[in-house]
């Protein structure tokens, strides 16, 4: 928590936002502080926005807010259900959010978190926020974001435009190129410059080599290639698997259903699909309706959703034993109607002698399991 440095910002310069009722932006920090309380309604101006990936891949990522009340301004994470917000710009820097289910909590802060010589009790403090709406923007706030915006950029152009005069005046100092001297060429050895190659744009996640051989794969799918022996199939150039009983080399991916899309898939019932979650609860075994008569019971969770997503064994449930808070890969689950989207393995998806769940396989190098772990242990946090 920090005060509120905003000296040029209209407090009076609202917009509200199309259907919204006018409003105010009142102090509320303090006393939310004071009373710990959680108002519903309470509103906020956003003051910034951090996202930050929380695995190396940047699959899972946390979204932090800097909210401010016109006199004090706290730290918010928002939940996964509301990313999509900043996603698609709905929250930026200079809106007012209105909130209806948020937590004050408090985080003791690791001694080499703070200052050199500060107390080791102390606690951070921040929001969790469940939902929120935008009801409004503040237009001066808005309109100096953009002049600091305009500012940077025209320092750019500065600095940049004096490089320039500097390489022309150092081009004019210098010696005449040996190339245009009679006599030089005979006397100078070629020299061959290797240049780096250009950035692909996409970033070190895009793999240049996949998609030259996805490519050739399709243009020359027909071609015959004459008494040259066909090398086995690599499994970074096969795509994603969509069923298990294709499956074969564990190394190559699984195609991946996250927990939010289960009741959007092309069926509401049994259609087939790969998870990977974080294992929330597990019941012991239990009787059923359903053959074997014997049932096992999971919540799962992963960051696509706040809903934790009801699962329910019946193959072999005695054998189903993760440990809560391990990531769980889940292989031909089939979805159902049942509060809203669960899932089933049914006792006629008969194994085979195949495994069919995977606790923290870390060793599949395209399971992101650090990355599930490591949000899993931000949320036990919250």
């Known amino acids: ?6 000296p040029s910002v209209d407090p009076n310069a609202i917009t509200t936002a199309p259907d919204q009722d006018s409003f105010t932006l009142v102090p509320v920090i303090r006393d939310l502080l004071r009373t710990r309380y959680c108002a519903p309604g309470t509103i906020f101006l956003v003051e910034g926005i951090e996202i930050i990936p929380v695995s190396k891949t940047g699959r899972w990522q946390a979204v932090r ?22 996603e698609t710009g709905e929250v930026s820097p200079g809106f007012y959010i209105k909130v209806d289910q948020f937590d004050l909590e408090w985080e003791a802060m690791d001694s080499e978190d703070g200052p050199a010589g500060a107390e080791t009790n102390q606690k951070m403090v921040f929001l969790a926020l469940h939902d929120l ?22 320092a750019d152009e500065n600095l940049s435009s004096k490089k320039d005069e500097r390489k022309e005046s150092e081009l004019q100092m210098m010696p005449p190129s040996p190339s245009l001297v009679p006599g030089a060429a005979a006397r100078e050895e070629p020299i061959s410059v290797k240049t780096e190659p250009p950035s692909s744009g ?24 004459a008494s040259t ?3 086995a199939p690599s499994s970074r150039a096969r795509g994603p698997v969509a069923l298990p009983r294709d499956w074969a080399d564990h190394q190559v ?36 309706y359903l053959p074997p008569y ?49 899932l089933k393995k049914y006792a006629s998806d008969v194994k085979n002698g195949k495994e069919w769940w995977f606790e923290d396989p870390v060793d599949l190098a ?7 772990k490591s949000w899993w242990k931000q949320m036990e946090g919250l």
């Open 229 to 231: 022996p066909k090398a």
């Open 65 to 86: 807010l800097l909210l401010g009340d016109g006199d004090l301004c706290v730290q918010a994470l928002l939940g996964a259900d509301c990313h999509r917000f900043v």
């Open 253 to 288: 991916p699984l195609k991946l259903t996250t927990l939010h899309a289960i009741p959007s898939l092309p069926y509401a019932q049994n259609w087939t699909c790969n998870i990977l979650a974080i294992i929330a609860s597990l019941s012991p075994v239990e009787s059923s």
């Open 1 to 6: 928590m920090a005060e509120s440095e905003a």
């Open 133 to 154: 709406i935008t009801i409004g923007w503040n237009d001066s706030y808005r309109a100096m974001i953009q002049q600091y915006r305009g500012e940077a950029v025209t």
């Open 366 to 372: 395209w399971c992101d399991v650090a990355g599930i």
């Open 202 to 225: 996409y970033g070190d996640d895009f793999d240049m080599d996949d998609a030259f051989e996805n490519m050739e794969r399709i243009v020359f799918s027909n071609s015959k290639k």
């Open 294 to 342: 014997k049932q096992r019971t999971a919540r799962l969770t992963d960051p696509s959703t706040a809903k934790q997503v009801h699962l329910t064994v019946f193959l072999d449930p005695e054998s189903f034993n993760p440990a809560v808070g391990s990531a769980v890969l889940l292989t031909g689950v089939k979805n159902h109607r049942f509060d809203g989207g669960s």
